[in-house]
């Protein structure tokens, strides 16, 4: 059944949400990774009223080109749906009201015109400022009404723009045209703002519900009419999607990068099932496909890459393996390491774990989250329950770290680099910054034993 996820902060109360759109999920201002996070699905409705901006990272364009791919819809209005919508209207996302109107004809385009202070979410998120775009519409009716010049109306908006937003208001605006404005010439002003004055994102919010709740057609999802979305799940978006999508285990959230962290460093099988996929990815072969290695020795050796160039090139290789080149029985595999290591990037290595998923490893990632979520709690990071938390940085020595993945790996600390490369880590320093979270977690004890993983 299709779902309905409103966004949605100061412009609009919940209670007036909830009359004018039942059975939708209410939701907070938006931010960067919350339209990830909420599992829309095409067919669903994603109505974005109000964002955060400056408290926290904006929702990236890339996030809602992502749901409209998948057929999800996603209209804006008032404020950040607002002007959201007036830079993605040409992609399929629909526009509401008033102020998507000014912003996609151009007449406004600053993000500050829709910014206002607020209260938390434990206060309702009351407003406790006025948007410019509201400031601005007004003066343009008192002119028109002419109950200014047109003159004191461009005055008024250059005052009214000057301020910062947290104190932009009727009173604010008044008190400071006072200083340079004829008395009576403000004061009409103020009793004509005073009977006439608009919530113009309020307006467009309810006007947004209520064509929404009607099943208005115009606001459906992208047509053949809209500009195609090209290469929506981007690098950027599939990292997002780990980091801001997840699961609790027991009461901690744990977001799916925390899983995929927590297979690469600590499962005992991971580098030769990290391996087995990347050679696969490499030469078109299944995973468990019989010649797999050889086929891609073959392949490296057509585009010569053979022992020779191994050992003028001394990449991917430690100094100890690049010591071992001459040994024949070894030059094989110098070129499948070198292979794996090459291409067997974090972002690749996080790709071919989510295929667990698909081959039914519920086992393993189940395995994962617990291992995760009591690495956070031995951390003391545990995460509030509306937003995810993710496994930080502590302040433990780097050659600490070493020492405890050395020790669990079963290698020497001066080959650590060896085995931090199979198992699909670029460097030491980005090994180090995804492994340090677990380090408590391993000094308790060891983890629960971890079930096998699948064959790719």
Request: with cysteine.
């Amino acid at each position: 059944m299709p779902r309905d996820f409103v966004f949605v902060g100061p412009s609009l109360p919940r209670s007036q949400v909830e009359a004018l759109l039942p059975g939708a999920s209410i939701l907070p201002p938006v931010r960067l990774g919350d339209l990830l996070r909420i599992g829309a699905r095409a067919g669903d409705r994603v109505l974005i009223i109000d964002g955060l901006f400056l408290q926290a990272a904006p929702v990236r364009h890339k996030e809602i080109l992502a749901l409209l791919a998948e057929g999800v819809t996603v209209i804006g209005s008032s404020s950040m749906g607002a002007l959201r919508a007036a830079e993605l209207y040409q992609y399929g996302m629909r526009g509401v009201g008033e102020v998507f109107e000014l912003y996609r004809s151009g007449a406004i385009d600053g993000d500050d015109e829709v910014a206002v202070i607020h209260t938390t979410g434990d206060d309702g998120y009351r407003a406790l400022s006025e948007p410019l775009v509201s400031i601005r519409v007004a003066i343009g009716e008192a002119a028109r009404d002419g109950a200014v010049t047109a003159d004191t109306a461009a005055a008024l908006l250059r005052i009214a723009k000057a301020l910062p937003f947290r104190l932009r208001s009727r009173r604010m605006l008044v008190q400071c045209a006072r200083q340079e404005l004829r008395a009576e010439i403000v004061e009409e002003f103020d009793a004509w703002y005073s009977g006439h004055a608009r919530d113009l994102k309020a307006d467009d919010a309810v006007d947004m519900l209520s064509r929404a709740a009607s099943g208005d057609p115009a606001l459906g999802p992208p047509s053949p009419l809209d500009r195609p979305i090209t290469n929506p799940p981007t690098a950027f978006v599939v990292s997002w999607a780990d980091h801001f999508h997840g699961q609790s285990a027991g009461e901690t959230w744990v977001p799916d990068s925390d899983v995929v962290s927590a297979i690469m460093l600590l499962h005992p099988g991971y580098p030769e099932r990290h391996r087995r996929d990347v050679l696969s990815s490499l030469v078109g072969l299944a995973a468990g496909a019989p010649g797999l290695e050889a086929a891609a020795v073959a392949a490296a050796a057509a585009h010569a890459l053979d022992g020779q160039t191994l050992a003028e090139l001394g990449v991917w290789l430690s100094p100890r393996e690049r010591g071992r080149l001459a040994d024949p029985g070894f030059a094989d595999e110098a070129v499948i390491r070198v292979l794996v290591r090459a291409f067997g990037t974090v972002v690749e290595a996080a790709k071919n774990l989510r295929g667990l998923r698909t081959a039914g490893d519920d086992g393993t990632c189940g395995w994962a989250r617990q291992v995760a979520a009591e690495a956070i709690t031995a951390n003391g990071l545990l995460p509030p329950a509306t937003r995810p938390g993710r496994l930080d940085r502590l302040h433990y020595r780097d050659e600490v770290v070493d020492r405890v993945y050395a020790a669990l790996w079963g290698v020497e600390v001066e080959d650590l680099i060896e085995a931090v490369w199979d198992r699909g880590f670029d460097s030491l320093p980005t090994f180090r910054r995804i492994a340090e979270p677990f380090v408590m977690r391993l000094k308790l004890g060891p983890a629960l034993q971890a079930p096998p993983l699948l064959a790719a």
